[in-house]
């Protein structure tokens, strides 16, 4: 059996399955309790699991970080959540500098199963301070694990992989995804975190994409398809632990790659797949590599702005169809 | 403001806090040497000077309680019983070093006796301690999580994140301000918007503002044995401020010549631990007694030297493990 469910219900799924499984797992962050999240992505958690386990915080991001970060020392597997990720940036001491670098310091005597979830992205008109694709800043930090994922099944899967993960994650939900709808089989979902999935396969091109930029890597694939382009397109779901196997084969496969990243250009997580590829694979490919970015700007707010700035579906067909042309 | 009442404990537990001053005491004399010896690299921060504020802390402390320090964490760590040879082989960066030769003197750690580590960027420990406070209450451990920072701590933004949310959960963590009266090379005073930088804001937080002498041991203990019993009924956290002195500079760059002269001097005649020799001796120790202590802290204190002389150096095999809980660090397949 599966059911069709949207990709912020699979949050709270995926929490509920995971707090279900172990007492130590809790929840904490503005509005998460009573309200449910200001995203909708935590209703009915306080109702099941008490307020002891679903406890709302001031507005203290440093605290709620600080928290998880000393609960995880002391025996709890906490999740935090903070609620646009680009309110990362006040409390980056504690993701970056604490959380990240702590079980190195003390080489391996402090532990900290933890993970903090954020709404990320743009394509709701929030502006340059609510909108951000932040996964690089997470990436570039050596110590916390990266997930970003597209669909709610992979959701599901990828948010119990990462409770579950003895390391610190850092979940990326996608603001723009909140309303998609995807099917997920019934009972128990747990993932692997560091596994790219192949989404479509097709011999000309691989696109490499990640969270928003999946779907619409998909609909220019189709788009492409029509006019006898066949993509294959790679979710890599998981920036840390990169599965740099799927994308090496896929180059392999089609010799020639494109990224689309929601990211502003300079060091977006392109950049360093690519470099990869340069490096490993460098005589599978029959055309340069094309990254598909954001331009180097803070994101607008206005409709039009913003669609103007973000990879469109069109922008990914134009782009392919030009480098094989 | 509440000053705290001495009434110490009986005179065998005070002639251990005694020596818990003295090894502090020997151990960041020593460091120092071996500084300028050029085996201890980088930088070191030192509390010579405020060796009360720890050993009445950690006396007063239970085994499994916690304690958060920072940088200038050599004296806190010790005091928790972490292993002497092995603290000194870290700040010379060898492998038996307790963090294996990657923390330094900025990160000492011995987790298994609850020293959970010395945290360099000014504030981050203090949430942290309150969300290990937080996992004591859910898992019902009755420990405590006691907090050490400096007065210029104060005046950073997690320290009022941290305060607020440790008294709105109500948890067991005892905030610990040791205020040496400088905050790095300036002042407290000239950056800071109340007189005193933690007791006159706790208020803030429905909290009791203490103030308390940092240079006397006994009072900490009386202090820091309140605090822990409070927390331990469920009483929530409180907020300390020890006034003490740190006898050198903010850190090994700094010669400390920004204070006035007359100051210094009435800072070391205030010296906690002679003060202490002379107040257990009028108690009735004997001078075979403290004598016999400062004796074995000598011997205590070569041995921790030549065991770090002696440690090797770690091997590069070892730089790239424990980024993970595997042991490894890879982050590609």
């Known amino acids: 059996m599966a059911e069709l469910i949207t990709y912020r219900e699979a949050v709270a799924r995926a929490l509920a399955q995971e707090m279900e499984r172990d007492p130590n797992v809790y929840l904490i962050g503005e509005d998460v309790a009573a309200a449910g999240g200001v995203f909708k992505t935590t209703p009915g958690l306080l109702e099941r699991f008490g307020e002891r386990r679903v406890r709302d915080t001031p507005i203290s991001e440093e605290a709620i970080i600080g928290a998880v970060m000393g609960a995880a020392m002391n025996g709890l597997r906490p999740v935090a959540e903070i609620m646009f990720s680009d309110f990362l940036a006040t409390c980056w001491d504690l993701v970056a500098n604490q959380i990240a670098k702590t079980r190195y310091m003390t080489d391996g005597q402090v532990a900290l199963p933890l993970v903090i979830r954020t709404a990320n992205g743009g394509g709701v008109r929030f502006g340059a301070q609510h909108s951000q694709s932040l996964e690089n800043w997470a990436m570039s930090v050596p110590g916390l694990k990266v997930v970003a994922p597209s669909t709610p099944k992979d959701v599901i899967a990828l948010l119990a992989a990462s409770v579950r993960d003895p390391d610190p994650v850092i979940f990326f939900e996608h603001k723009g995804l909140f309303a998609s709808r995807g099917e997920v089989p019934d009972g128990e979902l747990v993932g692997q975190l560091g596994e790219a999935s192949v989404v479509r396969s097709g011999p000309d091109a691989t696109i490499l994409a990640l969270a928003a930029m999946v779907p619409k890597a998909l609909q220019a694939a189709d788009e492409l398809s029509a006019q006898g382009i066949e993509a294959t397109v790679v979710d890599l779901r998981c920036l840390v632990p990169l599965d740099t196997r799927t994308i090496l084969s896929a180059v392999a496969d089609t010799g020639r790659v494109f990224t689309v990243e929601e990211n502003p250009r300079l060091c977006g997580w392109g950049a360093e797949v690519v470099s990869i590829i340069a490096e490993e694979a460098f005589y599978d490919l029959d055309s340069p590599v094309v990254r598909i970015t954001t331009d180097h700007i803070p994101l607008p707010a206005s409709d039009i702005l913003e669609d103007a700035t973000i990879p469109s579906v069109t922008r990914i067909v134009d782009t392919v169809t030009r480098s094989l042309d | ?333």
């Open chain 2, 1 to 333: 403001m509440n000053v705290a009442v001495v009434a110490g404990p009986d005179l065998d537990a005070r002639l251990r806090v005694y020596r818990m001053m003295l090894e502090a005491r020997r151990f960041e004399e020593s460091a120092h040497q071996l500084f300028l010896e050029g085996l201890v690299k980088g930088t070191t921060h030192l509390g010579i000077g405020q060796e009360a504020v720890a050993a009445g802390f950690a006396a007063a402390m239970r085994a499994d309680d916690l304690t958060f320090c920072t940088y200038r964490g050599h004296n806190h760590t010790l005091l928790r019983d972490a292993p002497p040879g092995r603290l000194m082989s870290e700040l010379l960066g060898r492998s038996e070093g307790v963090c294996g030769g990657k923390g330094g003197s900025m990160h000492l750690t011995w987790a298994p006796t609850g020293a959970m580590g010395s945290y360099a960027i000014v504030g981050a420990h203090l949430p942290i301690a309150v969300g290990a406070a937080w996992a004591a209450v859910e898992r019902g451990t009755g420990q405590v999580a006691v907090c050490f920072f400096g007065d210029g701590t104060t005046n950073i933004g997690a320290f009022h994140e941290a305060l607020n949310l440790a008294v709105v959960w109500d948890l067991p963590v005892v905030f610990v301000c040791e205020n040496n009266l400088y905050m790095e090379y300036t002042p407290i005073g000239s950056v800071t918007a109340v007189e005193n930088p933690a007791a006159d804001r706790a208020a803030a937080y429905g909290l009791e503002g203490l103030l308390v002498d940092g240079n006397d041991p006994d009072a900490m203990y009386e202090t820091a044995s309140d605090a822990l019993a409070r927390a331990r009924r469920g009483k929530g956290p409180s907020l300390i401020e020890a006034i003490t002195y740190r006898h050198g500079g903010h850190s090994r760059a700094d010669p400390g010549t920004y204070r006035p002269d007359e100051e210094v001097r009435q800072w070391l005649a205030r010296d906690p631990i002679p003060m202490y020799r002379a107040r257990l001796a009028d108690a009735g120790a004997s001078e075979e007694q403290l004598g016999g202590i400062d004796q074995s802290v000598e011997l205590w204190i070569e041995a921790a030297v030549e065991e770090a002389k002696a440690a090797p150096e770690p091997s590069v095999d070892s730089i790239a493990t424990e980024v993970w809980a595997d042991g490894g660090s890879q982050w590609r397949n």
